[in-house]
C-alpha cells in the first residue's frame, strides 16, 4: 500500500476520529495542522500515520503492542505557500520614485 504521506509533511485532520479506542489516548482534533513522525502500515493493511505533536504510550491491542495510529485518509497534506521572494521582489520595485506618471509616458 502506498501512502501520501513523508515523515515530517505537515497535515491536517478534515474528520473527527470516533473515539472508540479501549484507552484514553491522546487524539488529534480538525483544525490544527500536525507534523507526520511515522508512517506505518497497520495489520488491518490500513496505512496509518503518527504525529510528532501527539506520542500515546504503546498497549496491547488485538494486534500486538504499539502506539496508536491514525488511519491516513482522515488527513490531508497542508502546503504552505512561502511568498517571501515575491515580497522582496516588490520592495526592489517600488524603492525608486512612486510618482505616478500619465499612461503613454515615457521616461
Not at 497542508?78 to 503613454?104: H, N, W, Y
Amino acid at each position: 500500500m502506498q501512502c501520501a504521506f513523508q515523515v515530517g509533511d505537515k497535515v491536517t485532520l478534515i474528520e473527527d476520529i470516533a473515539n472508540d479506542f479501549v484507552y484514553a489516548e491522546t487524539l488529534p482534533s480538525v483544525g490544527p495542522v500536525y507534523t507526520v513522525r511515522d508512517v506505518w502500515l497497520h495489520p488491518l493493511n490500513i496505512v496509518a500515520i503518527r504525529l510528532v505533536e501527539i506520542v500515546n504510550a504503546p498497549r496491547k491491542y488485538r494486534h500486538g503492542i504499539f502506539e496508536c495510529a491514525w488511519d491516513a485518509t482522515f488527513f490531508r497534506r497542508v502546503i504552505s505557500t512561502d511568498i517571501s521572494d515575491l515580497q522582496k521582489i516588490a520592495r526592489d520595485v517600488f524603492e525608486g520614485e512612486r510618482e505616478l506618471l500619465p499612461m503613454g509616458t515615457i521616461r
